[in-house]
């Protein structure tokens, strides 16, 4: 690519190439969590995470398991939010949070399987839709 000269100040510079991409950039995000058994449950999103989604997925775990479930999360804002504990209020037998301290040094472990995913994705094929990538982000965690 060519590099295009500016002056500035008197003094010759040379200003960084601009990379253009042509394609479309995409992507998904997920929520998941790890059974005391090492079981995977998840759930894949298009839309941002929001009190919405965690309550979908509250509903989804909650539906699984025949007993309660303790679930430890973050101080996201979503986690915190009025319509998560609205929601929590109304099944208290289903689910329980419990909340990371919000300096916790030591790696969760959910972080460690969002590592495998990132590098068990096929480099040699790219997803080429947003369709694709949630396909294939499902086929990983089935796999797990």
């Not at 449950?41 to 298009?46: G, L, P």
């Not at 929590?88 to 495998?116: G, Q, R, T």
Request: charged content about 25%; overall charge positive; aromatic content about 8%.
């Amino acid at each position: 690519m060519p590099q295009i000269q500016m002056a500035c100040s008197g003094a010759s510079r040379i200003a960084p190439p601009v990379v253009r991409r042509s394609e479309n950039r995409f992507s998904v995000n997920l929520m998941s969590v790890i059974s005391t058994n090492g079981r995977v449950h998840f759930m894949v999103f298009a839309e941002s995470f929001t009190a919405a989604v965690m309550c979908r997925f509250l509903d989804r775990l909650a539906s699984q398991f025949d007993h309660k479930v303790h679930l430890v999360v973050d101080g996201h804002p979503a986690h915190r939010s009025r319509k998560v504990h609205d929601w929590l209020a109304a099944h208290l037998d289903d689910v329980e949070l419990h909340f990371l301290p919000p300096y916790s040094p030591e790696p969760n472990p959910d972080e460690l399987v969002n590592a495998d995913l990132e590098h068990s994705l096929p480099r040699q094929h790219r997803a080429r839709s947003q369709a694709e990538l949630t396909t294939e982000t499902r086929r990983f965690f089935r796999r797990r």
